[in-house]
């Protein structure tokens, strides 16, 4: 099992830090590229375009290639972050899966083939081909730092359908990881 995104953790953010524009390093071209193809789909959703337009999150350094959908190609897993409190708010999964490749024909290109646009905070864990996504779930009495349960959705890869569908939605119990 991967752990493609770091462990859960969630921070107390200052007034107005949401809105602040991300500081940091260049883009590498690999972010470059997503952001693009994230603002040029006419699916992804205009909460996500305008935190990438504004600057208010960006495509994870931290997203990567992977075969989540079990055809032998690297499908791109990519997250959008906004570097606060907010963590991980958007996965979406680009993949060839179901393209013709052969030797006359190199032509594929990446296409959206999952996306989950409104997350809090996620976590992945990739197991072959089933995404489980975590987001913490607060209860009264929990503290801001440490819900006592996370909600767990894991998601596996229908070939036919190209695309991955909801297999299990469970609660399970946070740890830290200390």
């Not at 699916?43 to 989540?68: E, H, N, Q, W, Y």
């Amino acid at each position: 099992m991967r752990l493609l995104a770091v462990p859960l953790t969630l921070a107390v953010a200052l007034a107005g830090t949401a809105a602040a524009p991300l500081a940091g390093a260049a883009p590498t071209d690999s972010q470059k590229v997503f952001t693009q193809k994230l603002l040029d789909d006419a699916k992804t959703s205009a909460g996500v375009k305008k935190m990438l337009t504004d600057k208010t999150a960006i495509v994870d350094p931290r997203s990567g290639f992977v075969d989540v959908t079990g055809d032998g190609r690297q499908d791109a897993v990519i997250l959008v972050s906004t570097g606060g409190a907010a963590g991980n708010v958007a996965l979406y999964v680009f993949s060839t899966h179901g393209q013709a490749t052969g030797d006359t024909d190199s032509s594929t290109s990446l296409k959206v083939v999952f996306r989950l646009q409104s997350l809090y905070d996620a976590s992945l864990r990739i197991n072959g081909t089933t995404i489980s996504v975590l987001e913490p779930r607060w209860s009264k009495g929990d503290d801001l730092c440490c819900p006592k349960k996370l909600r767990e959705r894991d998601y596996a890869f229908d070939a036919k359908a190209l695309t991955f569908r909801r297999v299990a939605d469970k609660d399970t119990p946070f740890t830290s990881g200390k």
